[in-house]
């Protein structure tokens, strides 16, 4: 290679783990730090043009889909690349995040995919950073087992035929991986720590299964992010010796601004692509960021009356389908996030009819396949999509030529009849401060309420505090109407559920936990005025 060697990379503040030199060896060190050199500059003009295009919403309240690539739009003749074998049925995806259980059991799921995840459900302690990588190539080497010391119950692999294609989701752009340093002292993108190490260590052993390297994207705001991904995909390829298209990303169309770049983004990944993904909450979260000071009429409800079919989420799914469709990708549609109760039978029961419409729904949208967050989901997600897809592997035959939808539509929020309530405003601080809680510990997904929440449910819950605040929300039903929601407010719900919590868990529990603490920062990120971009961040700087 041309290129100077790489500067050797620092481990700073971070405890020495068993077995962390499998994975941060030399080469894969050396690896990273070449993806850092040539591609952290380019990640940080992004994170800056996403600030500039914030600004600009803010001045103007509207967005439209670009002029300047309606050229890319209206080329009827390209089409991303051809999936390969592994992807090309995913009727049933489940997620989670990478610890030693869930690997197994996600792997050993019934459903086709598993997204295998570093991001919203993983929280980045080293541990979970170091191990996950660990786990994984156990998995592929099939050298992974599990006893729960509770239970004393053993998982192990089913045979290889069995198992579930992994798609790994690596962090967004936006956080940096604090223990991972050059030279200059500067961190290296999450993103690219998560991506390197895996891809380093595992591309070549996943073309020898018969499969490969697989990702999803998260949070990409524009399609010039996608382009980075593409840029730094065929570099990995080449570092590495293996083909170029071997590897293939599926990207989460989980903001508003992508929502207007979808055929964009598909065209910039084309040699790579191999669909796009809806994922609600972080769309919400997204509308809620950029709109914040846009007024009423942007203002949202109680974050669980916003379902799929209100017009506005039924514009950006069937846009995305269309798209994919058009483009030869595969339309995965959004979670069901109901966890089954072991004690109560009838909210199960109520529970699974309401998975049941909503795949039954995204599959007659022609969805080719969807999202499941527990084991027990996978089996009524894979019933409402054979129904549909019968012995095809997918549905892009489909092409849905009947959807137009306007620019406006996109963000048509107050087309909803729903208003919010106080009873939203108590379940966003529940939410929020449970949610944290749990991160704080190093869990990223955490069952609340029968749902599995991730950091992305607790963005939008935090996210709509702030809003109804800003935005003098008066609520307008029930005990509290007439009452205007303010900060003072929101620290009073606050106060009562930490004193909930306290009697819920009992004293010895509360102590050894860190609800003060996520209380706190809940309120901070609600509250201050200078909206944090994500939670996340300021959460990072108290993660240890």
């Known amino acids: 290679m041309s290129a100077p060697a790489p500067s050797p990379l620092a ?20 690896f990273v730090a070449e993806l850092h050199r040539l591609f952290t ?4 003009e992004l994170l800056a043009r996403r600030r500039e295009r914030r600004a600009e919403i803010a001045r103007t309240s509207t967005l439209d889909f670009l002029p300047e690539t309606a050229a890319i739009r209206e080329d009827a003749s390209w089409k991303v690349a051809e999936a390969p074998a592994a992807l090309d049925d995913r009727r049933v995806e489940i997620t989670g995040p990478t610890d030693r259980k869930m690997t197994i059991n996600a792997l050993n799921s019934g459903a086709k995919v598993w997204l295998a995840d570093f991001e919203d459900a993983s929280a980045p302690t080293w541990e979970n950073v170091i191990g996950g990588q660990l786990n994984l190539t156990a998995a ?19 045979p290889a035929d069995e198992l579930a294609t992994v798609v790994m989701r690596p962090r967004g752009w936006h956080l940096d991986e604090r223990h991972l340093v050059d030279e200059a002292g500067k961190p290296v993108p999450g993103a690219l720590v998560d991506f390197g190490l895996y891809f380093f260590h595992n591309a070549k052993r996943l073309i020898e299964l018969g499969k ?38 599926t990207v989460l169309i989980e903001t508003i601004t992508a929502a207007y770049e979808m055929e964009e983004i598909l065209y910039e990944l084309r040699d790579h692509a191999s669909g796009l993904n809806a994922g609600r909450w972080d769309y919400l979260f997204s509308i809620v960021k950029n709109f914040r000071d846009g007024g009423a009429k942007f203002v949202l409800p109680d974050r669980n009356l916003v379902t799929m079919t209100a017009p506005f989420m039924r514009a950006y799914t069937e846009l995305l389908v269309r798209t994919c469709h058009k483009r030869g990708a595969h339309a995965i549609g959004g979670m069901a996030a109901f966890i089954p109760s072991r004690r109560d039978a009838e909210v199960n029961k109520v529970a699974f009819e309401k998975v049941r419409a909503d795949k039954d729904r995204e599959a007659g949208d022609g969805f080719d396949g969807s999202w499941v967050a527990h084991p027990d989901l996978v089996p009524i997600a894979m019933e409402s999509f054979d129904k549909v897809l019968g012995d095809k592997p997918h549905q892009k035959d489909r092409l849905r030529e009947d959807v137009s939808v306007a620019p406006g539509d996109l963000i048509a929020i107050d087309s909803l009849d729903a208003k919010p309530t106080y009873a939203g405003l108590v379940n966003a601080v529940q939410v929020g401060i449970r949610y944290i809680e749990a991160w704080l510990r190093g869990l990223g997904a955490v069952a609340i309420f029968n749902l599995m929440e991730d950091a992305a449910t607790a963005e939008i819950s935090r996210s709509q505090i702030w809003q109804w605040i800003n935005a003098g929300v008066v609520f307008e039903t029930g005990e509290h109407t007439g009452e205007t929601v303010t900060a003072d407010l929101a620290r009073k719900v606050a106060a009562e559920e930490l004193a909930n919590i306290k009697a819920e868990i009992g004293e010895d529990a509360f102590a050894a936990g860190k609800w003060q603490q996520a ?7 609600s509250l201050d005025a200078d909206y944090a971009d994500f939670l996340t961040l300021p959460a990072y700087e108290q993660l240890r």
């Open 212 to 249: 490969g390297p697989y990702f999803y994207l998260p949070k990409t705001e524009s399609h010039l992010e996608a382009r980075l991904w593409n840029d730094i995909f065929v570099f990995a390829q080449d570092y590495v010796g293996i083909p170029q298209g071997t590897v293939r990303a």
């Open 519 to 525: 209380h706190d920062l809940l309120l901070q990120v």
């Open 140 to 158: 592929y080497t099939r050298t992974i087992d599990f006893t729960d010391e509770r239970t004393g119950k053993s998982y192990a692999l089913r």
């Open 11 to 30: 481990i700073v503040d971070a405890p020495s783990l068993p077995r962390q030199d499998e994975v941060l060896t030399d080469a894969a060190l050396a």
């Open 41 to 44: 500059p380019r990640r940080d």
